[in-house]
T-cell receptor
Framework: NAGVTQTPKFQVLKTGQSMTLQCAQD?????MYWYRQDPGMGLRLIYY???????DKGEVPNGYNVSRLNKREFSLRLESAAPSQTSVYFCASSGGTRGYTFGSGTRLTVV | KQEVTQIPAALSVPEGENLVLNCSFTDSAIYNLQWFRQDPGKGLTSLLLIQSSQREQTSGRLNASLDKSSGRSTLYIAASQPGDSATYLC??????????FGAGTTVTVRA
Protein backbone atom coordinates (compact mmCIF):
# COMPACT_ATOMS: atom_id res chain seq x y z
CA ASN A 1 0.00 0.00 0.00
CA ALA A 2 2.51 2.60 -1.21
CA GLY A 3 -0.07 5.32 -1.92
CA VAL A 4 1.77 8.41 -3.19
CA THR A 5 5.54 8.19 -3.59
CA GLN A 6 7.73 11.25 -4.00
CA THR A 7 11.40 11.46 -4.91
CA PRO A 8 13.77 12.81 -3.81
CA LYS A 9 13.07 13.38 -0.10
CA PHE A 10 15.72 16.09 0.26
CA GLN A 11 17.51 18.29 -2.25
CA VAL A 12 19.84 21.27 -2.14
CA LEU A 13 20.14 23.38 -5.29
CA LYS A 14 22.18 26.39 -6.23
CA THR A 15 20.35 29.41 -7.58
CA GLY A 16 19.74 28.94 -11.29
CA GLN A 17 19.95 25.17 -11.29
CA SER A 18 17.07 23.05 -12.53
CA MET A 19 15.52 19.91 -11.18
CA THR A 20 12.47 17.70 -11.45
CA LEU A 21 10.48 16.35 -8.53
CA GLN A 22 8.88 13.01 -9.25
CA CYS A 23 5.55 11.72 -7.98
CA ALA A 24 3.75 8.44 -8.55
CA GLN A 25 0.51 7.04 -7.17
CA ASP A 26 -0.75 3.48 -7.23
CA UNK A 27 -4.41 4.08 -6.31
CA UNK A 28 -5.68 4.55 -9.86
CA UNK A 29 -6.70 8.13 -9.01
CA UNK A 30 -7.59 10.45 -11.86
CA UNK A 31 -6.45 13.69 -10.25
CA MET A 32 -3.00 14.70 -9.02
CA TYR A 33 -1.63 17.83 -7.39
CA TRP A 34 1.51 19.65 -6.37
CA TYR A 35 1.50 21.80 -3.22
CA ARG A 36 4.15 23.75 -1.40
CA GLN A 37 4.14 24.32 2.35
CA ASP A 38 5.84 27.29 3.94
CA PRO A 39 5.82 28.47 7.57
CA GLY A 40 2.98 30.90 8.13
CA MET A 41 1.61 30.38 4.60
CA GLY A 42 0.11 26.94 4.94
CA LEU A 43 -0.33 24.68 1.94
CA ARG A 44 -0.63 26.36 -1.45
CA LEU A 45 -1.55 24.69 -4.70
CA ILE A 46 1.06 25.02 -7.45
CA TYR A 47 -0.43 22.97 -10.29
CA TYR A 48 -2.95 20.20 -10.66
CA UNK A 49 -3.96 17.62 -13.21
CA UNK A 50 -7.64 16.79 -13.17
CA UNK A 51 -7.10 13.78 -15.42
CA UNK A 52 -4.46 12.23 -17.61
CA UNK A 53 -3.53 14.62 -20.40
CA UNK A 54 -4.60 17.82 -18.63
CA UNK A 55 -2.81 20.26 -16.34
CA ASP A 56 -3.89 23.57 -14.82
CA LYS A 57 -2.38 26.34 -12.76
CA GLY A 58 -3.08 26.63 -9.09
CA GLU A 59 -2.49 29.51 -6.73
CA VAL A 60 1.31 29.87 -7.11
CA PRO A 61 2.43 28.48 -10.52
CA ASN A 62 5.16 31.00 -11.42
CA GLY A 63 8.59 29.40 -11.76
CA TYR A 64 7.25 25.88 -12.14
CA ASN A 65 6.21 23.52 -14.90
CA VAL A 66 4.47 20.17 -14.67
CA SER A 67 4.04 17.06 -16.74
CA ARG A 68 1.36 14.40 -16.36
CA LEU A 69 3.36 11.57 -17.83
CA ASN A 70 0.59 8.98 -17.50
CA LYS A 71 -2.20 8.24 -15.05
CA ARG A 72 0.26 7.26 -12.31
CA GLU A 73 2.94 9.93 -12.62
CA PHE A 74 2.96 13.71 -12.24
CA SER A 75 6.26 15.59 -12.18
CA LEU A 76 7.12 19.15 -11.11
CA ARG A 77 10.04 20.97 -12.73
CA LEU A 78 11.93 24.00 -11.54
CA GLU A 79 13.71 25.42 -14.59
CA SER A 80 15.83 28.01 -12.79
CA ALA A 81 15.65 27.64 -9.04
CA ALA A 82 15.41 30.71 -6.83
CA PRO A 83 15.82 31.04 -3.04
CA SER A 84 12.09 31.88 -2.85
CA GLN A 85 11.41 28.32 -3.96
CA THR A 86 12.93 26.92 -0.79
CA SER A 87 10.03 24.97 0.63
CA VAL A 88 8.55 21.58 1.35
CA TYR A 89 6.77 20.19 -1.70
CA PHE A 90 3.93 17.72 -1.46
CA CYS A 91 2.35 15.67 -4.19
CA ALA A 92 -1.21 14.43 -3.72
CA SER A 93 -3.82 12.45 -5.58
CA SER A 94 -7.57 12.15 -5.29
CA GLY A 95 -10.34 9.95 -6.62
CA GLY A 96 -13.08 7.65 -5.46
CA THR A 97 -14.35 7.96 -1.90
CA ARG A 98 -11.05 8.32 -0.03
CA GLY A 99 -10.51 11.99 -0.59
CA TYR A 100 -6.95 13.23 -0.95
CA THR A 101 -3.82 11.17 -0.28
CA PHE A 102 -0.53 12.99 0.20
CA GLY A 103 3.05 11.91 -0.30
CA SER A 104 5.72 12.28 2.37
CA GLY A 105 7.18 15.43 0.84
CA THR A 106 10.39 16.79 -0.68
CA ARG A 107 12.36 19.26 1.38
CA LEU A 108 14.05 21.62 -1.09
CA THR A 109 16.65 24.24 -0.20
CA VAL A 110 17.86 26.72 -2.81
CA VAL A 111 21.07 28.52 -1.87
CA LYS B 1 -13.21 31.94 -2.33
CA GLN B 2 -13.55 29.35 0.41
CA GLU B 3 -11.94 30.49 3.68
CA VAL B 4 -11.16 27.88 6.34
CA THR B 5 -10.42 28.83 9.95
CA GLN B 6 -9.21 26.57 12.71
CA ILE B 7 -9.51 27.42 16.37
CA PRO B 8 -7.54 27.22 18.57
CA ALA B 9 -4.16 27.59 16.86
CA ALA B 10 -2.51 25.61 19.64
CA LEU B 11 -3.69 23.39 22.45
CA SER B 12 -1.87 21.76 25.36
CA VAL B 13 -3.62 19.17 27.51
CA PRO B 14 -2.68 16.50 30.06
CA GLU B 15 -2.81 12.90 28.96
CA GLY B 16 -6.27 11.39 29.18
CA GLU B 17 -8.18 14.58 28.51
CA ASN B 18 -10.54 14.76 25.53
CA LEU B 19 -9.56 17.06 22.65
CA VAL B 20 -11.96 19.29 20.72
CA LEU B 21 -10.66 20.90 17.54
CA ASN B 22 -12.80 23.32 15.60
CA CYS B 23 -12.93 24.14 11.90
CA SER B 24 -15.16 26.70 10.21
CA PHE B 25 -15.64 27.45 6.52
CA THR B 26 -17.35 30.28 4.68
CA ASP B 27 -19.03 28.53 1.73
CA SER B 28 -21.45 25.74 2.66
CA ALA B 29 -21.46 24.30 -0.88
CA ILE B 30 -18.84 21.71 -0.10
CA TYR B 31 -18.20 18.29 -1.64
CA ASN B 32 -16.53 16.83 1.42
CA LEU B 33 -14.37 17.76 4.39
CA GLN B 34 -11.20 15.95 5.38
CA TRP B 35 -9.16 16.00 8.58
CA PHE B 36 -5.42 15.39 8.38
CA ARG B 37 -2.66 14.91 10.88
CA GLN B 38 0.88 16.20 10.27
CA ASP B 39 3.85 15.29 12.43
CA PRO B 40 6.89 17.62 12.39
CA GLY B 41 8.88 17.19 9.19
CA LYS B 42 6.41 14.66 7.81
CA GLY B 43 3.62 14.47 5.29
CA LEU B 44 -0.13 14.69 5.79
CA THR B 45 -1.94 11.61 7.01
CA SER B 46 -5.67 11.42 6.37
CA LEU B 47 -7.68 10.81 9.54
CA LEU B 48 -11.31 11.14 8.54
CA LEU B 49 -13.29 12.09 5.45
CA ILE B 50 -16.85 13.36 5.81
CA GLN B 51 -18.89 13.54 2.63
CA SER B 52 -21.32 16.44 2.27
CA SER B 53 -24.32 14.17 2.83
CA GLN B 54 -22.94 12.85 6.12
CA ARG B 55 -23.15 14.36 9.60
CA GLU B 56 -20.25 12.53 11.20
CA GLN B 57 -17.55 9.92 10.83
CA THR B 58 -15.81 7.81 13.46
CA SER B 59 -12.55 5.92 13.57
CA GLY B 60 -11.40 4.50 16.88
CA ARG B 61 -10.94 7.36 19.34
CA LEU B 62 -11.61 9.95 16.63
CA ASN B 63 -14.98 11.40 15.76
CA ALA B 64 -15.62 14.22 13.32
CA SER B 65 -18.90 16.04 12.87
CA LEU B 66 -20.05 18.23 10.02
CA ASP B 67 -22.72 20.94 10.02
CA LYS B 68 -22.80 22.37 6.51
CA SER B 69 -25.52 24.92 7.22
CA SER B 70 -23.46 26.61 9.90
CA GLY B 71 -20.14 26.00 8.13
CA ARG B 72 -18.56 24.02 10.96
CA SER B 73 -16.77 20.78 11.63
CA THR B 74 -15.42 19.49 14.92
CA LEU B 75 -12.82 16.80 15.49
CA TYR B 76 -13.05 15.01 18.83
CA ILE B 77 -10.19 12.89 20.10
CA ALA B 78 -11.09 10.85 23.16
CA ALA B 79 -8.70 10.00 25.97
CA SER B 80 -5.71 11.78 24.45
CA GLN B 81 -2.25 10.21 24.50
CA PRO B 82 1.22 11.74 24.02
CA GLY B 83 1.30 10.08 20.60
CA ASP B 84 -1.60 12.33 19.56
CA SER B 85 0.75 15.32 19.67
CA ALA B 86 0.81 16.74 16.14
CA THR B 87 -0.70 19.44 13.96
CA TYR B 88 -4.24 18.75 12.80
CA LEU B 89 -5.42 20.26 9.52
CA CYS B 90 -8.95 20.69 8.28
CA UNK B 91 -9.43 20.75 4.51
CA UNK B 92 -12.56 21.56 2.53
CA UNK B 93 -13.12 20.11 -0.92
CA UNK B 94 -15.50 22.07 -3.17
CA UNK B 95 -14.99 19.63 -6.05
CA UNK B 96 -13.04 22.13 -8.14
CA UNK B 97 -9.61 20.54 -7.60
CA UNK B 98 -8.66 23.27 -5.12
CA UNK B 99 -8.62 21.93 -1.59
CA UNK B 100 -8.88 24.74 0.96
CA PHE B 101 -6.85 24.23 4.13
CA GLY B 102 -7.07 25.78 7.53
CA ALA B 103 -3.86 26.91 9.21
CA GLY B 104 -4.02 23.99 11.61
CA THR B 105 -4.21 23.33 15.35
CA THR B 106 -0.99 22.23 17.01
CA VAL B 107 -1.74 19.80 19.82
CA THR B 108 0.58 18.88 22.66
CA VAL B 109 -0.45 16.09 25.00
CA ARG B 110 1.57 16.13 28.23
CA ALA B 111 2.43 12.82 29.86
Amino acid sequence: NAGVTQTPKFQVLKTGQSMTLQCAQDMNHNSMYWYRQDPGMGLRLIYYSASEGTTDKGEVPNGYNVSRLNKREFSLRLESAAPSQTSVYFCASSGGTRGYTFGSGTRLTVV
Amino acid sequence: KQEVTQIPAALSVPEGENLVLNCSFTDSAIYNLQWFRQDPGKGLTSLLLIQSSQREQTSGRLNASLDKSSGRSTLYIAASQPGDSATYLCAVDTNDYKLSFGAGTTVTVRA
